[in-house]
């Protein structure tokens, strides 16, 4: 397979799924907003901080607009992290290796760039229909999901897919545990009902796994562990890190890279450092320390695999 090709498999699924992500934590608190609760005025500053680039003058001119968020991380071409910007380099990914994607998932992903970029979007989310507009794109991308699982052959491509799309889910699990602790300065002894943490849960779209399979007491350090140590969770980080090693196994005993020992031993330690971690672990190093480093050695990681594979400088 050519680097050129492998890039861009890698990359589509990456943004692929970085745009559902992005839409789960867009329509959970869009819902969460129109419910004042227990903790006060809704803000949008977590997500806008997660997936934004605004600075803090911007960013207190739209924080508690839902209108103007939305407009902001889903239409606007000057974030680079918008829905917008996303879909549209998943497009020229998908655009650039037709010939290695199956006509399925090119349609699906073309669907989500006309979707995306449709006249009238931007008045149909300053009003009512705001709310179903976020719901049709991400079943957009769930559809997505589904196509790439029952269309795409197993071969080197696919690994390279899954490889892309599992760094960028552990990544963003990282990313949204890291905002919903900050509010508590990762104080895991501040306790909080699960009210507090609906926020977190409906975004990884584990409430009702957490409600069935969680009892007790600890409410932060169960819901620490839903996100991050749980292996039956798909969106956990241990899981997303369990998969990703299956795939770049099959990766780097196809090809022998140059560096394969040293990628394995890259990886080793990020997946060893997730996997064997506990509560007394975490609170020595401070679980801030703990979710930053894991987010920045996977961004590393993944600039370590374009070097070996993609040809990057």
């Known amino acids: 397979m050519l680097s050129r090709v492998a890039d861009s498999m890698f990359w589509m699924n990456r943004y692929m799924e970085r745009a559902e992500g992005l839409l789960r934590v867009l329509l959970t608190n869009y819902v969460l907003s129109l419910d004042k609760g227990p903790y006060g005025v809704h803000s949008w500053r977590p997500v806008l901080e997660t997936f934004g680039n605004l600075s803090d003058e911007e960013m207190k001119q739209i924080e508690y607009s839902s209108a103007n968020t939305l407009q902001y991380l889903i239409l606007s071409r000057a974030n680079s992290n918008s829905l917008r910007s996303i879909i549209n380099k998943a497009r020229e990914n998908a655009r650039g290796m037709q010939d290695h994607i199956t006509k399925e998932v090119w349609e699906e992903v073309n669907l989500m760039y006309h979707t995306v970029n449709q006249p009238g979007l931007e008045k149909k989310l300053s009003g009512a229909e705001a709310l179903p507009c976020i719901d049709k794109l991400?079943?957009?991308?769930?559809?997505?999901?589904?196509?790439?699982?029952?269309?795409?052959?197993?071969?080197?491509?696919?690994?390279?897919?899954?490889?892309?799309?599992?760094?960028?889910?552990?990544?963003?699990?990282?990313?949204?545990?890291?905002?919903?602790?900050?509010?508590?300065?990762?104080?895991?002894?501040?306790?909080?009902?699960?009210?507090?943490?609906?926020?977190?849960?409906?975004?990884?779209?584990?409430?009702?796994?957490?409600?069935?399979?969680?009892?007790?007491?600890?409410?932060?350090?169960?819901?620490?562990?839903?996100?991050?140590?749980?292996?039956?969770?798909?969106?956990?980080?241990?899981?997303?890190?369990?998969?990703?090693?299956?795939?770049?196994?099959?990766?780097?005993?196809?090809?022998?890279?140059?560096?394969?020992?040293?990628?394995?031993?890259?990886?080793?330690?990020?997946?060893?450092?997730?996997?064997?971690?506990?509560?007394?672990?975490?609170?020595?190093?401070?679980?801030?320390?703990?979710?930053?480093d894991t987010k920045q050695d996977l961004l590393k990681f993944s600039h370590v695999l374009g070097q070996q594979f993609f040809s990057y400088a």
């Not at 909080?192 to 409600?211: A, T």
């Open 138 to 292: 991400l079943k957009l991308s769930l559809t997505y999901v589904g196509v790439i699982d029952t269309t795409m052959p197993r071969g080197m491509g696919w690994n390279f897919m899954n490889i892309g799309r599992l760094i960028e889910r552990a990544v963003l699990t990282a990313d949204v545990t890291y905002k919903q602790f900050e509010q508590i300065d990762f104080n895991l002894d501040d306790h909080k009902d699960i009210l507090y943490w609906r926020n977190l849960l409906l975004s990884l779209s584990g409430y009702e796994l957490h409600m069935k399979n969680y009892q007790g007491s600890a409410t932060n350090m169960n819901v620490l562990h839903q996100a991050i140590f749980n292996h039956h969770f798909p969106r956990s980080a241990v899981y997303s890190l369990s998969r990703t090693e299956k795939y770049l196994t099959e990766v780097l005993e196809e090809n022998e890279p140059p560096q394969k020992q040293m990628i394995y031993r890259e990886f080793g330690r990020i997946y060893s450092r997730v996997k064997f971690a506990d509560e007394s672990s975490i609170k020595q190093i401070t679980l801030q320390r703990f979710l930053q």
